[in-house]
């Protein structure tokens, strides 16, 4: 299990096609989460075993998603590499 750190290869923004949907995947294994304009609207730790990736949320939710060919799938959604 890969706990966010310099060499994981998936640390850095996530979003959405619209933008909308924004994470932020940290290398210290936490996250934060935009909505829209709300900044930091979910935050929580992360890890990455391969390319699946689980979600903790500092509120209990849990969530969990896959990198295939460049791109997260996450909760039925689709998200890109911004930077």
């Given at each position: 299990?890969?706990?966010?750190?310099?060499?994981?290869?998936?640390?850095?923004?996530?979003?959405?096609?619209?933008?909308?949907?924004?994470?932020?995947?940290?290398?210290?294994g936490?996250?934060?989460?935009?909505?829209?304009?709300?900044?930091?609207?979910?935050?929580?730790?992360?890890?990455?075993?391969?390319d699946?990736?689980?979600?903790?949320?500092d509120?209990?939710?849990?969530?969990?998603?896959?990198?295939?060919?460049?791109?997260?799938?996450?909760?039925?959604m689709?998200?890109?590499?911004?930077?």
């Amino acid at each position: 299990m890969t706990v966010g750190s310099p060499s994981n290869p998936y640390v850095g923004t996530w979003a959405t096609g619209d933008g909308h949907i924004r994470h932020t995947l940290l290398p210290n294994g936490r996250y934060d989460e935009a909505r829209g304009r709300r900044e930091s609207a979910y935050q929580g730790r992360y890890a990455v075993t391969g390319d699946h990736i689980d979600y903790w949320d500092d509120t209990g939710f849990t969530a969990d998603g896959e990198f295939r060919d460049g791109v997260l799938h996450h909760a039925g959604m689709i998200f890109y590499r911004t930077k």
